[in-house]
């Protein structure tokens, strides 16, 4: 069984920071690509950022410059540094993490997390 623990959402004030962390565990489960997205209310969830296991990044247009996706594999976390924060980052983050769940037979899978508010005040 893969469990991921995010942590690190809340309050800011509009251009402050915040650091999001997802930790993913789990027996044998080998960990590839990882990414955030994000859910506002009454819209679809997006893809904020993500990056793959040799540390290949990708990022939307509107975090570009502003968020930073990093890991650590030794750990299988996943972290997103937010700085400049705007009133549109507001949403609940979820993170994605994909890998391989057994070697025989082949399994892969992606899991969620429980998703972490994010609330920027203007």
């Known amino acids: 069984q893969v469990q991921l623990v995010e942590s690190g959402g809340g309050l800011v004030q509009a251009g402050g920071s915040l650091r999001l962390s997802c930790a993913a565990s789990?027996?044998?489960?080998?960990?590839?690509?990882m990414g955030w997205y994000r859910q506002a209310p009454g819209k679809q969830r997006e893809l904020v950022a993500t990056?793959?296991?040799?540390?290949?990044?990708n990022y939307a247009d509107s975090v570009k410059g502003r968020f930073t996706i990093s890991r650590d594999n030794a750990k299988n976390t996943v972290y997103l540094q937010m700085n400049s924060l705007k009133a549109e980052d507001t949403a609940v983050y979820y993170c994605?993490?994909?890998?391989?769940?057994?070697?025989?037979?082949?399994?892969?899978?992606?899991?969620w997390g429980q998703g972490t508010q994010v609330t920027v005040s203007s």
């Open positions: 994605n993490v994909g890998g391989v769940v057994t070697i025989i037979p082949w399994r892969q899978a992606d899991y």
């Open positions: 789990g027996s044998n489960f080998r960990v590839n690509g």
């Open positions: 990056i793959t296991n040799s540390g290949t990044t």
